[in-house]
């Protein structure tokens, strides 16, 4: 079994818990370890604290969390009640992030399930399992769709740029911005990456540049302050990012640091493109204005080698931490999803495609 696999599940059995099985993403690049979830506080924290991240990751833990619920499974047990505490769960672990859109699409899917079920709680115990590893399965052909439908994009590239980590390591497999890359380099096309640190958890520089190079894809780090520089230096043929949430016009919330990517690369015409699946999309949203963007720790900023590590912050002195920016449609080259390529997305395009 592959240790660097993101997410895997264990059924219950044999009278042991189900669990839910995370590679544990703070403590890369430095050690391969993982952090095993057997109630919903513990998946609720992971998500929290990035032990698992990246928006359809977190659909996907979700989901599976929802099935570590400790229900009453005899004879006798009461659905309603049953219900009542899966219904319970769902809501806590929609309270751990509020931006990416994976994570509520992936919790409504639960519940609807618990809302419509009729049998005993073992059939009810047994369909959220089911729903869960279909969101899994269903995740890993949309990264391979992505993949595909983003290399063509890629194929005349040499050296791309991306932010934060939109890998592997954010989905079940290959990723959304880095789809395009893994489905190139299987047909035997490597292309030279460029990963933006991505202050202050520092995804990039920890999580893109050690699967790509785990995967034999030539990667460099480089700070977030570097990204300019190198545009204007000609190495940079095209930058693709992630999401985390996508408005109906196309605006695009993603890891913070992408809205400047994405002006820097209209300045220095470099096509700017975002790949994510269709579940990434807030049809109900009519622009990116009404995102939420999660604003975490001080901390974060102020300790970035960890708190048993100097502070790097005047005590006293104030510090902003949005984990999220809001990249306007006008700056987006395309926007890359399962079910193909929306090029200068608008409202029009972007509704048609999800109804396609
Ligand atoms: C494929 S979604 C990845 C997306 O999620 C990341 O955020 P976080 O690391 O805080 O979960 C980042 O915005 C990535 O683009």
């Not at 979700?62 to 009640?81: C, K, R, W």
């Not at 034999?216 to 204007?232: A, E, K």
């Not at 001080?298 to 999220?324: H, I, K, L, M, W």
């Not at 999803?337 to 200068?344: H, L, M, N, Q």
Request: aromatic share 4%.
């Amino acid at each position: 079994m592959n240790d660097a696999e993101t997410i895997r599940y264990h059924a219950a059995r044999d009278g042991r818990p189900a669990e839910l099985d995370l590679l544990d993403q703070t403590k890369l690049p430095g050690t391969l370890t993982r952090l095993v979830c057997t109630d919903i506080d513990q998946t609720h924290d992971a998500i929290r604290r990035l032990v698992v991240r990246g928006a359809p990751a977190i659909g996907i833990a979700a989901a599976y969390g929802v099935t570590l619920t400790p229900v009453d499974l005899s004879p006798s047990a009461d659905l309603t009640e049953a219900k009542n505490r899966y219904r319970q769960s769902i809501d806590h672990l929609a309270t751990s992030r509020p931006t990416a859109v994976n994570l509520f699409w992936a919790l409504d899917r639960m519940r609807a399930l618990v809302d419509q079920s009729v049998g005993s709680v073992t059939d009810l115990r047994d369909q959220l399992v089911t729903e869960a590893i279909r969101i899994h399965d269903e995740d890993r052909q949309m990264c391979r769709s992505i993949g595909a439908n983003g290399a063509p994009l890629l194929a005349r590239c040499r050296r791309v740029m991306t932010h934060c980590n939109a890998g592997s390591l954010a989905t079940s497999m290959w990723g959304t911005a880095l789809a395009p890359m893994y489905h190139l380099h299987e047909a035997g096309q490597t292309l030279e990456v460029f990963a933006d640190e991505t202050r202050p958890l520092l995804q990039g520089a920890r999580l893109t540049a050690w699967e790509l190079h785990q995967a034999g894809i030539p990667v460099t780090v480089c700070t977030d302050s570097m990204s300019g520089s190198l545009m204007r230096e000609g190495k940079v043929d095209a930058v693709i990012v992630g999401a985390d949430r996508i408005a109906a016009n196309g605006d695009v919330a993603n890891k913070i640091g992408t809205y400047p990517l994405a002006v820097l690369a209209r300045y220095h015409k470099i096509p700017f493109y975002v790949a994510a699946p269709t579940n990434t999309f807030d049809a109900e949203l009519d622009s990116g204005d009404g995102i939420p963007i999660e604003q975490r720790s001080a901390d974060e900023v102020s300790y970035p080698c960890g708190t048993n590590a100097p502070r790097q912050t005047p005590e006293g002195v104030p510090v902003v931490n949005p984990a999220f920016d809001v990249t306007p449609a006008e700056l987006v080259t395309a926007l890359v999803t399962e079910k193909g390529v929306i090029s200068a997305p608008n409202t029009e395009k972007v509704l048609s495609h999800l109804r396609a």
